[in-house]
């Protein structure tokens, strides 16, 4: 692997019972770069986030983070060494406040100076978590929610961040809004790794992308290469 190569998956294979979801999935994320995963339906992004994060088992393969394998690893373990997830439906405590749910994100570090400090960042990135701190993340609408989220994810101090669908169920102002976000964040270095149904707003964000389908990747290239064209289309629906 390369000096600049931050996640290396390699040939990965997952099962669930007869269903075959990942077919020997390879993929790379380079320091600083925001690659973007897509495909329909079932093509297996979430599975993909889910294996590099420790909770979904593979059949076989590799996941490398800076050259270290981290397959069997917990999810505990994973997000320690600089991995975060802001999973697909959030996924938020709906019954703990928005400031709660903020502490759980970084319940694996132990610097609670730069965590403070790391809190009001999230403040300036997402003003409106300021104004909901108190108020219980179930009673979030749902663009709030999903900023919620990727702060959430962010309070983990992460290296690379894997956002799966962070337009998912968000009003079209705030998807505009969570993108610029996502574009500051890219802005000051963050890696990341983006599963998107909006290929023209991934696409937009990210440096390179990856088309799956079946569990495969039928199609990768720079994203200003995919912007034009019909490619990742047909890629999308097996005509490439
Ligand atoms: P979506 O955008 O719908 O989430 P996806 O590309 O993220 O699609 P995956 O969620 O990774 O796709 O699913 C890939 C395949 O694996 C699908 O056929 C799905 O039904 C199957 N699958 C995923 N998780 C499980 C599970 N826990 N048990 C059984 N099958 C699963």
Known sequence: SNAGTLLEISNLTVSFGAVRALKGVTLSVGHGEVVALLGSNGAGKTTTLRTVSGLTRPSSGAVTFEGTSILGLTPEKIVKLGISQSPEGRRLFGGLSVADNLRLGASTRSDAHQVAADLDNMFTLFPIIKQRMSQLAGTLSGGEQQQVALARALMASPRLLLLDEPSLGVAPLLVRHIFEALRELKRRGMTMLL?????????????????????????????????????????YLGAS
């Open 195 to 235: 599963v998107e149904q909006n290929t023209a707003l991934a696409l937009d964000l990210a440096d390179r992308a990856y088309v799956l389908r079946n569990g495969q990747v039928v199609l990768t290239d720079e994203a200003s290469d995919l912007r034009v064209g019909d490619r990742v289309a047909q890629a």
